[in-house]
């Protein structure tokens, strides 16, 4: 890789970059947030949450404080939850250690959920430190102008880019090395892009990309081909009761850890099935009805579901909970618990159906 490219680099990204929310400040907390929330996500659906996320938890104090629910409430919709479980984490490690926010590298990586990329894009957009941020577009972008005919996941490839583009930010100002971070991000993102043609004739760096002189940067960068997904199958229960409608609280560990759902079990039932099942809750079924396929990804895992909603009796004042359910009004569903978007689909459907309606267990209407 060529130190020549990295000027007009510069110069191009002063006028190519787009308005994002996150590139108006240099604080260090909103950075932090902008870029955790834009790993595995789209910069379009970022923008609205981190605009929410900053109004709630204006600092590293109030997300060290902010209680699960409604941190998990504030990140709904957003995916990989974990991500803000270590927030809140991480946060609470800086407050233990004074409140100051750590402006190395080094010091960045100790905090929880904090790898390579992110320590290296904070130092140097906030802090304006020499440090390179090697993501995804960035590798594209260092294999093409390499003309790199090795998997770009093999063990030491990411390192090796790391070290070449610290070389090329070398003798740049504070100001500089921030531009440069989110310069060459910003290349791969909008230019220099992963499916179809790159856009060679827009990119700044075309003399000095080797890919582009042997003419197949349309072929890299090499990558390890995606394990298959396992699929799941699963049976989502819209259990109402009235205006109530029954969630439940997730496994601690594993996917989607610590949220709420609709009750779902493996496997596809039928009608007789599923109202056996909720009978076996000690629940009297009135009236049932299909709500519905849906799918889900996830990045091992394929949900494919099958859903129904079940009228139940009316259960006494003082009962809540069927074992491990809890009966939530259904505004207050939207309002106070985080279900996951894998369950969007169900979610969408109670907000159609929010009258009666007339069959009996047995009926294929």
């Not at 998997?151 to 790391?162: I, S, T, Y």
């Not at 003798?171 to 060459?184: H, P, R």
């Not at 791969?188 to 080797?210: K, M, S």
């Amino acid at each position: 890789m060529q130190d020549a490219f990295v000027k007009p680099l510069l110069e191009w990204y002063q006028t190519a970059k787009r308005d994002l929310p996150w590139r108006h400040t240099k604080d260090p907390y909103s950075i932090w947030i902008s870029e955790i929330m834009l790993q595995q996500t789209r910069v379009e659906a970022v923008k609205g949450y981190y605009t929410r996320f900053l109004a709630a938890l204006p600092d590293v104090r109030a997300l060290a404080g902010c209680p699960e629910d409604v941190l998990m409430k504030l990140w709904e919709g957003l995916g990989y939850y974990s991500r803000a479980r270590n927030l809140k984490r991480a946060a609470g490690q800086i407050i233990a250690d004074g409140g100051h926010f750590p402006e190395t590298r080094e010091e960045l990586l100790k905090l929880k959920g904090i790898g390579p990329y992110t320590a290296g894009a904070i130092a140097a957009i906030a802090f304006g430190q020499p440090t390179p941020a090697v993501d995804g577009n960035v590798l594209r972008v260092y294999a093409r102008m390499n003309a790199m005919k090795e998997n770009v996941l093999a063990p030491g490839v990411r390192k090796r880019a790391e070290e070449e583009l610290g070389r090329a930010m070398q003798g740049l100002t504070a100001s500089e090395n921030g531009d440069f971070v989110q310069a060459m991000i910003e290349l791969g993102a909008i230019v220099c892009v992963p499916n179809g043609e790159p856009l060679c004739g827009r990119c700044p760096a075309a003399d000095d990309c080797e890919a582009l002189r042997l003419g197949i940067q349309a072929e890299l960068p090499l990558r390890k081909k995606d394990t298959k997904r396992r699929i799941e199958k699963l049976t989502v229960l819209l259990v109402r009761d009235g205006s109530r409608t029954a969630i439940r609280r997730r496994a601690e560990k594993g996917l989607l850890a610590g949220l709420f759902e609709f009750p779902n079990v493996p496997g596809y039932l039928d009608r007789e099935a599923a109202v056996r099942y909720i009978e076996e809750q000690g629940i009297e079924v009135l009236r049932i009805r299909e709500a519905g396929e849906a799918k889900h990804l996830f990045s091992h895992v394929e949900w494919h579901m099958s859903g129904y909603e079940i009228r139940v009796a009316p259960l006494d004042e003082g009962i809540s909970e069927s074992g491990q359910w809890l009966f939530v009004e259904n505004d207050e569903i939207e309002k106070r618990f985080a279900i996951p978007s894998a369950f969007s689909t169900y979610a969408d459907y109670l907000a159609l159906h929010t009258a009666p309606f007339a069959q009996n267990c047995k009926g294929k209407g």
